[in-house]
C-alpha cells in the first residue's frame, strides 16, 4: 500500500493490522542491533497478526486481554510481556508519528501486563567454574572464561573485533541499549585475551562462532559434569553475584554491565544466602548480654539501658500530660541554668 497516497480518514478505515505490523517491521529493521533481535522482533509480529486478523481501527481492549489471555495458555508470562511491548510500541507509532489512529484510540492503554517472577538466582560456584573451564572444548575456553570474567552479553563478545580491544578494556561502539559501552579487564580476562591469534583489526576476536554453538557447548559440559538449570547467560549473573558478595557497589556492577537502570542490576547481583546468614548473625552482639569490661556495639536505651538513662526519662505526675520538651536538649539546659 502507498500509505502517502491514502488521506488520513480514508487510512484509518482502510488499514488492515497485518499492513501496519509490516511497516512496524520495516520501521525496527534499521533500529534493532543485529540480526538475531530482528529475527525475534518478526517472530513476536508474525504471532500478532494471527491473532489480529481485522482492521486496525477495530481493535479493542478486550480483543488485546484476550489475546493475552490465550498466549499465556501456550507461552511463558516473560515472552507474552515482550509480545506485548511489542504490540504497545506499534500502537504508539500508529497514534503518535504515524497519525493512522486519534492520539488516545491506543487499546493497549487500558491493558494490564501480566507480572513476572523470573528474577534467577542460580550462579556458578568458583569450584564450578574452574570445572567447567577444564571440561570445555580448547574452542570454547577463552569464550567462557571471558564471558564469565567481564559479565559481557554472547552477542557483546562474539561480534567484538579486535580494533575495540585496548591493554585493559574494550570499548564497544555500541551496545544492547543502543549506547557506547567500556567493559573493563582484569588481569584474568587480559591473560585470555593473550592467548588468542590475533587477527586484523576489522577481524572479530571469535570467527565462524555461531551463538547457537556455544550456548550448546556450554549446554553439553554442564550435563558432563551434572550442574543443573545454569543456562549460558547465567554466566553473566555469575560475574554480577561474584562482584556483589565482595561487596561491589550495584551502580559499579551495573556500568560493568551496561545496566541503565540498577532494578536490573538487582536481578543479577543477588547476595550469597550465607552472607545474609553471616549478617543477621552479626545481630547477636545487639540482643545478647554484653560481657564485663567491654563496651557494647550498638548504644539504645532498649539495649544499654542504665539507672542514669531511667532517671533521664523518668516523668513527674505533672509533666506527663505536658508536650515532651524536656527531651529538648536546648530546654534542659535552660532550665538547668534557671
Same mark, same amino acid.
Given at each position: 500500500?502507498? =500509505?502517502?497516497?491514502?488521506?488520513?480518514? %480514508?487510512?484509518?478505515?482502510?488499514?488492515?493490522?497485518a499492513?501496519?505490523?509490516?511497516?512496524? +517491521?520495516?520501521?525496527?529493521?534499521p533500529r534493532?542491533?543485529?540480526?538475531?533481535?530482528?529475527?525475534r522482533?518478526?517472530?513476536?509480529?508474525?504471532?500478532?497478526?494471527?491473532?489480529?486478523?481485522?482492521?486496525l481501527?477495530d481493535?479493542?481492549s478486550?480483543?488485546?486481554?484476550?489475546?493475552?489471555?490465550?498466549?499465556?495458555?501456550?507461552?511463558?508470562?516473560?515472552?507474552?510481556?515482550?509480545?506485548l511491548?511489542?504490540?504497545?510500541? +506499534?500502537?504508539?507509532?500508529a497514534?503518535?508519528?504515524?497519525?493512522?489512529?486519534?492520539?488516545?484510540? %491506543?487499546?493497549? +492503554?487500558?491493558?494490564?501486563?501480566?507480572?513476572?517472577?523470573?528474577?534467577?538466582t542460580?550462579?556458578?560456584? /568458583?569450584?564450578?567454574?574452574?570445572?567447567?573451564?577444564?571440561?570445555?572444548?580448547?574452542?570454547?575456553?577463552?569464550?567462557?572464561?571471558? +564471558?564469565?570474567?567481564?559479565?559481557?552479553?554472547?552477542?557483546?563478545?562474539?561480534?567484538?573485533? =579486535?580494533?575495540y580491544?585496548?591493554a585493559?578494556?574494550?570499548?564497544? /561502539?555500541?551496545?544492547? %541499549?543502543?549506547? /557506547?559501552?567500556?567493559?573493563?579487564?582484569?588481569?584474568?580476562?587480559?591473560?585470555?585475551?593473550?592467548?588468542?591469534?590475533?587477527?586484523?583489526?576489522?577481524?572479530?576476536?571469535?570467527?565462524?562462532?555461531?551463538?547457537?554453538?556455544?550456548?550448546?557447548?556450554?549446554?553439553?559440559?554442564?550435563?558432563?559434569?551434572?550442574?543443573?538449570?545454569?543456562?549460558?547467560?547465567?554466566?553473566?549473573?555469575?560475574?554480577?553475584? =561474584?562482584?556483589?558478595?565482595?561487596?561491589?557497589?550495584?551502580?559499579?556492577?551495573?556500568?560493568?554491565?551496561?545496566?541503565?537502570?540498577?532494578?536490573?542490576?538487582?536481578? $543479577?547481583?543477588?547476595?550469597?544466602?550465607?552472607?545474609?546468614?553471616?549478617?543477621?548473625?552479626?545481630?547477636?552482639?545487639?540482643?545478647?548480654?554484653?560481657?564485663?569490661?567491654?563496651?557494647?556495639?550498638?548504644?539504645? /536505651?532498649?539495649?544499654?539501658?542504665?539507672?542514669?538513662?531511667?532517671?533521664?526519662l523518668?516523668?513527674?505526675?505533672?509533666?506527663? =500530660?505536658?508536650?515532651?520538651?524536656?527531651?529538648?536538649?536546648? $530546654?534542659?539546659?535552660?532550665?538547668?541554668?534557671?
Open positions: 500500500m502507498h =500509505w502517502a497516497r491514502c488521506g488520513r480518514n %480514508n487510512l484509518q478505515q482502510v488499514a488492515t493490522f499492513q501496519v505490523a509490516d511497516r512496524y +517491521l520495516a520501521y525496527q529493521k534493532l542491533l543485529g540480526r538475531n533481535s530482528y529475527q522482533e518478526s517472530g513476536i509480529v508474525d504471532d500478532l497478526k494471527a491473532f489480529f486478523t481485522g482492521k481501527a481493535i479493542t478486550s480483543q488485546v486481554s484476550d489475546f493475552i489471555t490465550e498466549r499465556l495458555g501456550k507461552v511463558t508470562k516473560s515472552s507474552v510481556r515482550k509480545e511491548v511489542t504490540l504497545k510500541h +506499534l500502537f504508539r507509532l497514534c503518535g508519528e504515524w497519525k493512522l489512529l486519534p492520539r488516545f484510540a %491506543n487499546p493497549c +492503554l487500558d491493558v494490564t501486563t501480566p507480572r513476572v517472577h523470573d528474577e534467577r542460580q550462579h556458578l560456584s /568458583p569450584d564450578q567454574f574452574r570445572r567447567v573451564l577444564a571440561a570445555a572444548p580448547d574452542g570454547m575456553k577463552p569464550i567462557f572464561a571471558l +564471558l564469565t570474567a567481564t559479565g559481557m552479553r554472547r552477542s557483546e563478545l562474539l561480534g567484538c573485533k =579486535w580494533k580491544v585496548d585493559t578494556r574494550i570499548l564497544l /561502539p555500541t551496545s544492547k %541499549n543502543d549506547e /557506547p559501552k567500556e567493559v573493563h579487564l582484569n588481569v584474568f580476562a587480559q591473560k585470555v585475551l593473550a592467548s588468542i591469534p590475533q587477527g586484523e583489526p576489522d577481524d572479530v576476536l571469535f570467527p565462524g562462532v555461531a551463538p547457537k554453538a556455544v550456548s550448546m557447548a556450554f549446554h553439553r559440559v554442564c550435563e558432563v559434569l551434572k550442574i543443573s538449570d545454569i543456562p549460558l547467560r547465567d554466566l553473566r549473573h555469575t560475574f554480577g553475584t =561474584w562482584l556483589r558478595q565482595r561487596g561491589v557497589e550495584l551502580d559499579v556492577i551495573a556500568a560493568q554491565l551496561g545496566h541503565r537502570d540498577l532494578r536490573m542490576t538487582k536481578r $543479577y547481583a543477588r547476595i550469597a544466602a550465607a552472607q545474609v546468614k553471616q549478617a543477621v548473625s552479626g545481630l547477636d552482639s545487639v540482643f545478647l548480654p554484653v560481657p564485663e569490661g567491654e563496651e557494647p556495639a550498638v548504644s539504645h /536505651p532498649i539495649v544499654t539501658e542504665s539507672e542514669e538513662t531511667k532517671e533521664e523518668a516523668l513527674t505526675s505533672l509533666e506527663r =500530660w505536658r508536650p515532651r520538651r524536656d527531651l529538648n536538649p536546648r $530546654y534542659r539546659r535552660e532550665r538547668a541554668m534557671s
